[in-house]
């Protein structure tokens, strides 16, 4: 099960990062599809790293597996403040 649900993790990351360059390619100097992808490569970098915890067999490499994750949250959560501060036209 831990496999699958591996697998599913890892699958759901690559689409985060394919999602997130097709809206790049629609304009490149757009600052919000900027701001969009970087938090798809954040999202990407969690399913990495929470996708590789799962299948972990060793205490230490699942604590070097989730710390890899919490970045990726890290930069999800720094990207989507800046994402919609810009949509709301909110100074930051």
């Known amino acids: 099960m831990a496999t699958f649900l591996s697998f ?7 689409c ?4 997130g360059i ?4 629609y304009n ?8 969009f992808f970087m938090s798809a490569i954040g999202s990407a970098i969690w399913g990495l790293g929470f ?5 972990q067999t060793t205490t230490q490499a699942a604590l070097l597996c989730r710390a ?4 990726g949250v890290v930069f999800i959560f720094i990207f989507y403040f800046i994402y919609n501060a ?5 100074g930051i």
Do not use: A, P
Not at 22 to 25: A, E, V
Not at 28 to 35: D, F, G, M, P, T
């Open 68 to 71: 890899i994750g919490m970045v």
């Open 86 to 90: 810009l949509i709301y036209n909110v």
């Open 22 to 25: 097709i809206i790049l390619t």
């Open 16 to 19: 985060s990062l394919v999602f």
């Open 28 to 35: 490149k100097k757009e600052r919000l599809n900027q701001i």
């Open 51 to 55: 996708g590789l915890l799962l299948i």
């Open 8 to 14: 599913l993790i890892f699958g759901l990351s690559i």
